[in-house]
């Protein structure tokens, strides 16, 4: 009868471990290949892209005296809001079709608001630039209907072809 009692119990055990195991949150390079692959060829080409997995000495390595450059306009020694990140994968355009993707995903959720902000900085500077930069049709398409958005502990900056259905994809992946 123990022996039984016993077996229950660690099978009920079991049962609630596999009941309760939440779903394993993407990282942010999985997420960019998701939305490129989703988008092909309609995102054009891009001028780099840039992942937190990245070594220091790579290509894809986001310094931050870039991101000051990216976001602030200057270099900075220190950029303090990628402290705030856990992960993150930058895809910047090409200075000709504006289509661009910014994934961050914040420590803590109290960060959000702040690295919206940031985000914001980016696109006011991507719609303030002058028109004759863009590809024409591409303005409209990606620069002018581009958006921050922010899913838990995400925060994109969307310039792509279609931003609410990158988003469906964003929210069925989180």
């Known amino acids: ?3 039984i009692s016993f077996a229950l119990i660690i099978a009920l055990m079991l049962v609630l471990l596999v009941g309760c195991n939440p779903k394993a ?3 942010a390079e999985e997420l960019m290949n998701d939305l490129t692959g989703y988008f092909g060829n309609e995102l054009h080409s891009c001028r780099a892209i840039y992942k937190k997995s990245a ?3 790579s290509s894809s390595y986001f310094s931050h005296r870039l991101a000051g450059l990216i976001y602030y306009g200057i270099k900075l020694e220190k950029m303090w809001e990628l402290d705030l990140l856990s992960d993150y994968a930058v ?3 090409d200075d000709e079709s504006g289509s661009e993707i910014h994934i961050f995903k914040v420590r803590s959720r109290s960060d959000v608001d702040t690295v919206e902000k940031l985000l914001r900085k980016r696109l006011e500077y991507l719609q303030n630039r ?4 863009y590809i024409p049709e591409d303005y ?3 620069v002018m209907s581009a958006q921050v958005y922010s899913i838990d502990r995400y925060v994109f ?3 792509t072809p279609d ?4 988003i469906k994809l964003l929210k069925n992946k989180i």
């Open 1 to 3: 009868m123990r022996g």
């Open 25 to 27: 949150e993407p990282t």
């Open 55 to 57: 070594s220091e000495y």
């Open 91 to 93: 895809r910047l355009a």
């Open 130 to 133: 002058s028109v004759y930069i």
């Open 140 to 142: 409209e398409k990606y």
């Open 157 to 159: 900056l969307l310039a």
């Open 163 to 166: 931003n609410t259905a990158a």
